[in-house]
T-cell receptor
Framework: KAGVTQTPRYLIKTRGQQVTLSCSPI?????VSWYQQTPGQGLQFLFE???????NKGNFPGRFSGRQFSNSRSEMNVSTLELGDSALYLC??????????FGPGTRLLVL | QKEVEQDPGPLSVPEGAIVSLNCTYS??????FMWYRQYSRKGPELLMY????GNKEDGRFTAQVDKSSKYISLFIRDSQPSDSATYLC?????????????FGTGTRLTIIP
């Protein structure tokens, strides 16, 4: 069974730009969560989507948003990029009450 | 104060040694506990998933949970160079529909051949 896939794997942007990251969950998984990983803060929860609805949200500014499509694929968007947004963005999927399985991440560098 | 505390290391041990990794937490609402392994430039990979206090064993790995002390551990027996990675503890609350994971900062482990 294919794992969680994320595209692109690497991205370089400049301050003020916006970016969209994509996540395809494991087949049959309807829940997708997003996390930001930085050396200083570790892994921090951004938000979770289930059946195209946001169910939980972390403590991030409104510049961070997401959505989920009917096929469970998810995108997250960051507008007006700041240097501090440089991070590894991880997507995780799960089915039901099972635990989460992570993708390889998208490494974003903001210059 | 962070809800989950984890010694960041780095931790270096010789091959074959027993490794002990630990996390403490402050929120008694955490009911489910996980250990993830993350290799460089990869996503976290689930190693162990536990709910109740006590020990859970899977091959060379043993997860231990002490809810009364708010303390969890991961033991690795007969450590191998391939175990060199960052180990992250994670936990979530028991309320239905809340799947947010709260992570420790991770411990970087190196097994020396």
């Amino acid at each position: 069974k294919a794992g969680v896939t994320q595209t692109p794997r690497y991205l370089i942007k400049t301050r003020g730009q916006q970016v969209t990251l994509s996540c395809s969950p494991i087949s049959g998984h309807r829940s997708v969560s997003w996390y930001q990983q930085t050396p200083g803060q570790g892994l921090q929860f951004l938000f979770e989507y289930f059946s195209e609805t946001q169910r939980n949200k972390g403590n991030f500014p409104g510049r961070f948003s997401g959505r989920q499509f009917s096929n469970s694929r998810s995108e997250m968007n960051v507008s007006t990029l700041e240097l501090g947004d440089s991070a590894l963005y991880l997507c995780a999927s799960r089915r039901g009450s099972e635990t989460q399985y992570f993708g390889p991440g998208t490494r974003l560098l903001v210059l | 104060q962070k809800e989950v505390e984890q010694d960041p290391g780095p931790l270096s041990v010789p091959e074959g040694a027993i490794v002990s990794l630990n996390c403490t937490y402050s929120n008694s609402a955490f009911q489910y506990f996980m250990w993830y392994r993350q290799y460089s430039r990869k996503g976290p990979e689930l190693l162990m998933y536990t709910y109740s206090s006590g020990n859970k064993e899977d091959g060379r790995f043993t997860a231990q949970v002490d809810k009364s002390s708010k303390y969890i551990s991961l033991f690795i027996r007969d450590s191998q160079p391939s175990d060199s990675a960052t180990y992250l503890c994670a936990m979530k609350k028991g309320d239905f529909g809340n799947e947010k994971l709260t992570f420790g900062t991770g411990t970087r482990l190196t097994i020396i051949p």
